[in-house]
T-cell receptor, first 111, second 111 residues
Framework: GQQLNQSPQSMFIQEGEDVSMNCTSSSIFNTWLWYKQEPGEGPVLLIALYKAGELTSNGRLTAQFGITRKDSFLNISASIPSDVGIYFCAGQFGGNNRLAFGKGNQVVVIP | DTGVSQDPRHKITKRGQNVTFRCDPISEHNRLYWYRQTLGQGPEFLTYFQNEAQLEKSRLLSDRFSAERPKGSFSTLEIQRTEQGDSAMYLC?????????FGQGTRLTVV
C-alpha cells in the first residue's frame, strides 16, 4: 500500500526559530496536504497543494509540492508556542481517492 | 458551527458490546470518509462514501465493522462484538473536491 515517510519524528525548537519538515512517498500523488493535530482533536487542514512544483503560503506556513510528485515539505517560520502539535502530511491521487497519511512530526516549541 | 461533527466524542464500552458512531459532514460535501487512528500513528483509511454509495473499503474494515450513509448526508459506523484492539480514535472527514476536512473524532476505549 501507499506509505508516506515523515522525518524527523520529533523536533524541539526554540521559540522564534524556523522549522522544516519533509514528507516522501514511493507513490506519486496529484495532491499533497498538510494537517496539524492537537491532543484529543481531529486533524486540521493547514495547506493544500495541487500542482507539482507549487509553492503555497498560509501565514507563517509555507509548503511545496515536489516536482517528482513524490515529496513535499512544510516550513514554519518564527515559531510560537501555539505551533506545538503533530504535523501530518497526506497524499491523494485523485478527488475520488483516499488520503494516505504519514506518521507525523511532533513539534515542541521551547519558550 | 458548519464543520464536520462527530458524536459521541468519547465512548467506553465493555469487550463484546456493539457501538455506533455518528458523523455529520459539512452540508454541501458529497464525499465522506472514515479513518481510524491509534497512538503514534497517522490516520488509517477505513471506508469512503460518495453520496449514499460506499465506494471503497479498506482491508482494515473487518466483517465486524459496518458503515452506512443512507440518505447521502450523515453516516454511521458500527462495530459489533468490540475487541480491545478496536480501541482507537475514529475520525470522519468530508470533501467536495480535493483534500478533506476532519471532525474532532470519537475516542473509543474497549475495556
Amino acid at each position: 500500500g501507499q506509505q508516506l515517510n515523515q522525518s524527523p519524528q520529533s523536533m524541539f525548537i526554540q521559540e522564534g526559530e524556523d522549522v522544516s519538515m519533509n514528507c516522501t512517498s514511493s507513490s506519486i500523488f496529484n495532491t499533497w496536504l498538510w494537517y496539524k493535530q492537537e491532543p484529543g482533536e481531529g486533524p486540521v487542514l493547514l495547506i493544500a497543494l495541487y500542482k507539482a512544483g507549487e509553492l503555497t503560503s498560509n501565514g507563517r506556513l509555507t509548503a511545496q509540492f515536489g516536482i517528482t510528485r513524490k515529496d513535499s515539505f512544510l516550513n514554519i517560520s518564527a515559531s510560537i508556542p501555539s505551533d506545538v502539535g503533530i504535523y501530518f502530511c497526506a497524499g491523494q491521487f485523485g478527488g475520488n481517492n483516499r488520503l494516505a497519511f504519514g506518521k507525523g512530526n511532533q513539534v515542541v516549541v521551547i519558550p | 458551527d458548519t464543520g464536520v461533527s462527530q458524536d459521541p466524542r468519547h465512548k467506553i464500552t465493555k469487550r463484546g458490546q456493539n457501538v455506533t458512531f455518528r458523523c455529520d459532514p459539512i452540508s454541501e460535501h458529497n464525499r465522506l470518509y472514515w479513518y481510524r487512528q491509534t497512538l503514534g500513528q497517522g490516520p488509517e483509511f477505513l471506508t469512503y462514501f460518495q453520496n449514499e454509495a460506499q465506494l471503497e473499503k479498506s482491508r482494515l474494515l473487518s466483517d465486524r465493522f459496518s458503515a452506512e450513509r443512507p440518505k447521502g448526508s450523515f453516516s454511521t459506523l458500527e462495530i459489533q462484538r468490540t475487541e480491545q484492539g478496536d480501541s482507537a480514535m475514529y475520525l470522519c472527514a468530508s470533501s467536495q473536491g480535493l483534500g478533506a476536512f476532519f471532525g474532532q473524532g470519537t475516542r473509543l476505549t474497549v475495556v
